[in-house]
T-cell receptor
Framework: DAGITQSPRYKITETGRQVTLMCHQTWSHSYMFWYRQDLGHGLRLIYYSAAADITDKGEVPDGYVVSRSKTENFPLTLESATRSQTSVYFC?????????????FGPGTRLTVT | AQTVTQSQPEMSVQEAETVTLSCTYDTSESDYYLFWYKQPPSRQMILVIRQEAYKQQNATENRFSVNFQKAAKSFSLKISDSQLGDAAMYFCAYRNTGNQFYFGTGTSLTVIP
């Protein structure tokens, strides 16, 4: 299916475990983003990528690792999950053209760290 | 860093009436973009409307329009003829000429039948 997908949609993990959230887009968009959504904070940028093999930190990168070996995939890894990382995670993408204003969001992954 | 402020955590409106959601932002840049996103209970983020800072004309999309006041750094969303399907969380967002978006904390809109 065309668009942007995330997997899993729901995940429960224990403190200290490593967990990877997947993001896949079919538009060949250059830019991809990871956000977390928490009550009272809106969406905050964790990491973003301008192209394959190019990533940069956002507002709240601590505790997260990203990679982008292929244009279409942008996985987010929590190397040692903590309860404060319980959140809803959104992946987004947009094109590189100057007129590409809009970000397209995935459906989100609800992560619970117990 | 840029900040986006939505001072109304919750709003309600009668069906068919008009409601305005407020948003202010802080920036030292002259060129940027502003957005309103809708997030229904499904959690999907849906773009409602966007405004380029260099355009003086306020953007309009059907029942949705904005009041963009650049000097005041204000970007309010007006929803006319409110419908039950408009009930959602609404986020104001700012994007500079780089790649980062900054979101407000959201306004939860209830539509009363």
């Amino acid at each position: 299916d065309a668009g942007i997908t995330q997997s899993p949609r729901y995940k429960i993990t224990e403190t200290g475990r490593q967990v990877t959230l997947m993001c896949h887009q079919t538009w060949s968009h250059s830019y991809m983003f990871w956000y977390r959504q928490d009550l009272g904070h809106g969406l905050r940028l964790i990491y973003y990528s301008a192209a394959a093999d190019i990533t940069d930190k956002g507002e709240v990168p601590d505790g997260y690792v990203v990679s982008r070996s292929k244009t279409e995939n942008f996985p987010l890894t929590l190397e040692s999950a903590t309860r404060s990382q319980t959140s809803v995670y959104f992946c987004a993408s947009r094109g590189s053209a100057l007129e590409s204003y809009e970000q397209y969001f995935g459906p989100g992954t609800r992560l619970t760290v117990t | 860093a840029q900040t986006v402020t939505q001072s109304q955590p919750e709003m309600s409106v009668q069906e068919a009436e008009t409601v305005t959601l407020s948003c202010t932002y802080d920036t030292s840049e002259s060129d940027y973009y502003l957005f309103w996103y809708k997030q229904p209970p499904s959690r999907q983020m849906i773009l409602v409307i966007r405004q380029e800072a260099y355009k003086q004309q306020n953007a309009t999309e059907n029942r949705f329009s904005v009041n963009f006041q650049k000097a005041a750094k204000s970007f309010s969303l007006k929803i006319s003829d409110s419908q039950l399907g408009d009930a959602a969380m609404y986020f104001c967002a700012y994007r500079n000429t780089g790649n980062q978006f900054y979101f407000g904390t959201g306004t939860s809109l209830t539509v009363i039948p």
